[in-house]
Each structure stands twice: as structure tokens, then as C-alpha cells.
């Protein structure tokens, strides 16, 4: 199968952050920047938690009031500061582009299509693009009815609100021959507080294999790192259409330099057709 972008990559919040010191961990974005180049599309959650964390640190307190519209006003203020960082950290001759996507990018034909050449284009330019998604202009009460208007066509529906479908839906949409989750945790356990659980590998002949596979691991998966976040569950979810695509997918621990979990240097889970 043909791969027009050699790999799209997506890190979670709390993996850049240092949550001892409530501060952001800029050794993470420091190895994160030596590794990116053209040929990546990079998934960066942390804009929410990030601004939440830059609006204590300057007031000495947290936002009160709806929970959505503080959100919003965390993401506001933290996606300029993680853009900073991408910006600091990756090579100065290479240019850095933020795309902020929402759900009706994924969903609506022309729009994912406008969105893909966009991508494609960045490994010509020798740009690196930096995805996450527009928790600042988009709120649920509106984005559940659009959803519901999609779902009840009967079509496919991408949410996005959960970076890590975010990245598995870029991944089929420019055809990525490698997809690379960076988590706060070493890959998929069949027992999250066993670290010898470790699955290193779900592999098959062909791609329904290897999705019977992850069925099967799935059965293994419960709870998720915090509050909101879907779990080991929704991850192997995400990925059964980039498996299915030919990509080879890496759920790590986010302090790997990304050449390192690739080369098989580190212990991870690495899933796809034939390893």
C-alpha cells in the first residue's frame, strides 16, 4: 500500500507536563523537537491543562464558574504557549505550522480533503505541522447535536475531541505508514498495575488478524489516567482503521525519543500486520 506521510505521531497531556511541580516538563518538548522533521504530522494534546497551569501560576488561583466555558479560556491562553514550545525546540531552519482542527474538518468531504493536501504539503515546504484540536471555539452542547445530525445519515462520524482519534483519523486520512501514540505509561497492559504485562506485540497475517487481536485485548483494558480521557480501550478503538490501512502502529511512554520506540530500541506495544 502506497503511504504519502511517513509518520503521524500524537502526545497526550499529561505527558508534558511535570504534574509534581505543576509546570510544564520541558524536557519532553526538548527530545520531542530534536526528533520531528517534514514527513511527520505531530498531534499535540496539552493546550487545556498547559493554560490551565500558565493562569495559576499568574493569578494564584484557577477559573471558576461552567466547566465548558473554562475550557475554553484554558485552551485560549495554553495554545499559544504550546506552540512556543514546539516553535523553541524544533530546528530553526524548519518551518512550524499550527492546524487547529474540530470534528466537522473530519465529517463534511470537502473539508478533509482541504485539510489533507494541507498536510501533504508540509514535507515538500520542510515544514512541521502541529494538529490539536479547537477546545477554544467549540463547546458540547452544539458539537452533540452536529454529531447526532450525523449519525442519524447513517455515515461514519469522527468526534476529534479525543486527540488520540484525532491522530488515528489523520493517520488514514494522508495514509501514514506509521502512527505513534506517546503516553504517561509504557504501552497496553493486560494488567495496568503489573508493569511485566506488557503487550509488545499484536501482529497477524493480514489486517482482520491483527484486529481480532486487539478485540481480544481490549477485553484486558478498564479505567483511563485521568478524568475525561478515554483509556487503553478508546486507543485500540481508534487504531483498527489505520490498521486496517497498513499502518504500524506504537503506543510508548512519551520520555523515548521517537527514533528509539521506531527502531525497537524500547519496550512498547507495537501493532500491525506481520511485525
Known amino acids: 500500500m502506497q503511504h504519502d506521510i511517513d509518520l503521524v505521531g500524537k502526545i497526550g497531556s ?10 510544564i516538563d520541558y524536557n519532553i518538548f526538548s527530545r520531542l523537537g530534536a526528533s520531528l522533521r517534514p514527513g511527520t504530522v505531530w498531534v499535540s494534546s496539552g493546550a ?27 485552551a485560549a491562553q495554553g495554545q499559544a504557549i504550546l506552540m512556543e514550545n514546539y516553535r523553541r ?8 505550522r499550527q492546524v487547529l482542527v474540530e ?7 470537502e473539508k478533509r480533503e482541504f485539510i489533507r493536501k494541507l498536510l501533504l504539503r508540509t514535507a515538500a515546504q520542510g515544514a512541521v505541522p502541529i494538529v490539536n484540536y479547537n477546545d477554544a471555539v467549540s463547546f458540547e452542547e452544539n458539537r452533540r ?12 462520524v469522527v468526534e476529534g475531541i479525543d486527540n488520540d482519534e484525532t491522530a488515528a483519523a489523520i493517520a488514514q486520512l494522508v495514509r501514514a505508514r506509521q502512527l505513534l501514540i ?15 504485562t506488557l503487550v509488545q506485540r499484536v501482529t497477524g497475517r493480514d489486517a482482520d488478524e491483527v484486529i481480532a487481536g486487539i478485540q481480544t ?28 490501512n497498513g499502518t504500524r ?4 511512554h512519551a520520555r523515548h525519543r521517537i527514533e528509539d520506540v521506531l527502531s525497537g530500541k524500547v519496550a512498547c506495544t507495537q501493532i500491525g500486520v506481520d511485525l
Open 48 to 74: 487545556t491543562e498547559i493554560g490551565r497551569l500558565d493562569y495559576l501560576h499568574r493569578s494564584g488561583r484557577v477559573l471558576e464558574g461552567d466547566n465548558e466555558e473554562c475550557k475554553a479560556d484554558y
Open 249 to 252: 502502529v506504537f503506543i510508548a
Open 89 to 96: 525546540f524544533i530546528p530553526p531552519q524548519l518551518s512550524v
Open 145 to 156: 447535536l452536529e454529531l447526532d445530525g450525523l449519525r442519524s445519515s447513517g455515515q461514519p
Open 217 to 244: 485485548l481490549q477485553q484486558s483494558c478498564h479505567g483511563a489516567s485521568r478524568a475525561g480521557a478515554n483509556g487503553a480501550f478508546a486507543k485500540l478503538e481508534f487504531i483498527k482503521g489505520s490498521v486496517r
Open 103 to 109: 470534528h466537522q474538518h473530519f465529517n463534511d468531504p
Open 182 to 196: 506517546l503516553t504517561s505509561v509504557e504501552g497496553i497492559y493486560l494488567d495496568p498495575r503489573d508493569p511485566d
Open 14 to 23: 499529561m505527558a508534558l507536563i511535570r504534574k509534581s511541580d505543576n509546570d
